[in-house]
């Protein structure tokens, strides 16, 4: 591995932005309720977005973030001239908000060397680094080869089968208040609550401000929700702030994890999958 954790800093992503197979992806989605398409465009110096909500989505399905499947996943990347020995650094323009989702992506599609701008494009800034304002884009193809990986990888099987199983834990990155169904989904036609037996730790909850917190702070929420024995299985609404958590426990020494694909965008529309409410 290039480096050694899979956060990296402005400064680290600053000292090593000559490297020869280095590639940098502005992740960048909207938030729900937030966008950001009306600002000024700003990036990194020769960064080529990914498209996570139009490629890299699977929009065959009626749910919002769905993975592609392997051969789309990597003729999409090989589109933005990406190679199987490409050092990829995700990022994105809140600070901590999809580019985890994309490291997730590469992890599940059997790429090693993929890392976060933890802060992202505020942490760049926040350095006086240079900006641009266009994307990079790239005019070769590249020789990525996908390699999926079932176990970064969790469907709604998958989760049937960790309700009761006392090796796993289920964690749901949405707020208290819809985690507890006490608070509306954003999302019309969903019901409101929580898969069985899962745990709830609000993303927002381990980041201080546009970046994580310290990873120490991350070792500490974790051991209160899991052990190293655990397989650690993260769901939210529609897989994004799932990978936030994803992320976090893999720093926090808790790599052993899984991402609920279709969360709670699924869960929660399917009638015939039980809900528990805490009112």
Same mark, same amino acid.
């Given at each position: 591995?290039?480096?050694?954790?899979?956060?990296?800093?402005?400064?680290?992503?600053?000292?090593?932005? $000559? #490297? *020869?197979?280095?590639?940098?992806?502005?992740? %960048?989605?909207? =938030?729900?309720? /937030?966008? +950001?398409?009306?600002?000024?465009?700003?990036?990194?110096?020769?960064?080529?977005?990914?498209?996570?909500?139009?490629?890299?989505?699977?929009?065959?399905? $009626? #749910? *919002?973030?769905?993975?592609?499947?392997?051969? %789309?996943?990597? =003729?999409?990347? /090989?589109? +933005?001239?990406?190679?199987?020995?490409?050092?990829?650094?995700?990022?994105?323009?809140?600070?901590?908000?999809?580019?985890?989702?994309?490291?997730?992506?590469?992890?599940?599609?059997?790429?090693?060397?993929?890392?976060?701008?933890?802060?992202?494009?505020?942490?760049?800034?926040?350095?006086?680094?240079?900006?641009?304002?266009?994307?990079?884009?790239?005019?070769?193809?590249?020789?990525?080869?996908?390699?999926?990986?079932?176990?970064?990888?969790?469907?709604?099987?998958?989760?049937?089968?960790?309700?009761?199983?006392?090796?796993?834990?289920?964690?749901?990155?949405?707020?208290?208040?819809?985690?507890?169904?006490?608070?509306?989904?954003?999302?019309?036609?969903?019901?409101?609550?929580?898969?069985?037996?899962?745990?709830?730790?609000?993303?927002?909850?381990?980041?201080?401000?546009?970046?994580?917190?310290?990873?120490?702070?991350?070792?500490?929420?974790?051991?209160?929700?899991?052990?190293?024995?655990?397989?650690?299985?993260?769901?939210?609404?529609?897989?994004?702030?799932?990978?936030?958590?994803?992320?976090?426990?893999?720093?926090?020494?808790?790599?052993?994890?899984?991402?609920?694909?279709?969360?709670?965008?699924?869960?929660?529309?399917?009638?015939?999958?039980?809900?528990?409410?805490?009112?």
């Amino acid at each position: 591995m290039k480096f050694d954790k899979p956060l990296l800093s402005a400064q680290q992503l600053h000292e090593n932005n $000559n #490297l *020869p197979n280095l590639i940098i992806l502005d992740c %960048t989605i909207d =938030k729900v309720g /937030q966008s +950001l398409k009306d600002e000024k465009l700003e990036t990194i110096p020769n960064a080529i977005f990914f498209d996570i909500e139009g490629k890299f989505s699977d929009h065959a399905v $009626n #749910l *919002p973030h769905t993975l592609v499947d392997e051969e %789309t996943f990597a =003729k999409e990347v /090989q589109n +933005l001239g990406i190679n199987s020995d490409s050092i990829i650094v995700c990022y994105d323009r809140w600070g901590v908000y999809s580019s985890p989702r994309a490291w997730w992506m590469f992890k599940a599609m059997g790429h090693k060397e993929v890392y976060v701008l933890d802060g992202g494009l505020p942490a760049w800034k926040a350095n006086n680094f240079e900006t641009n304002s266009v994307h990079f884009q790239p005019t070769e193809k590249g020789s990525f080869k996908a390699d999926f990986q079932q176990d970064w990888f969790a469907d709604k099987q998958v989760m049937l089968n960790s309700i009761n199983d006392q090796s796993k834990t289920i964690v749901d990155a949405r707020s208290e208040g819809r985690y507890k169904g006490t608070s509306p989904e954003p999302r019309q036609g969903l019901r409101s609550g929580h898969i069985p037996n899962s745990k709830n730790l609000f993303f927002e909850n381990i980041l201080d401000g546009s970046h994580y917190k310290s990873e120490q702070e991350l070792k500490l929420i974790f051991q209160k929700l899991t052990n190293q024995n655990q397989e650690n299985i993260f769901s939210c609404g529609s897989g994004i702030t799932a990978s936030i958590l994803a992320l976090a426990s893999t720093v926090a020494g808790f790599p052993n994890v899984k991402v609920y694909d279709g969360s709670w965008s699924e869960w929660g529309a399917d009638e015939s999958l039980p809900i528990e409410k805490d009112l």
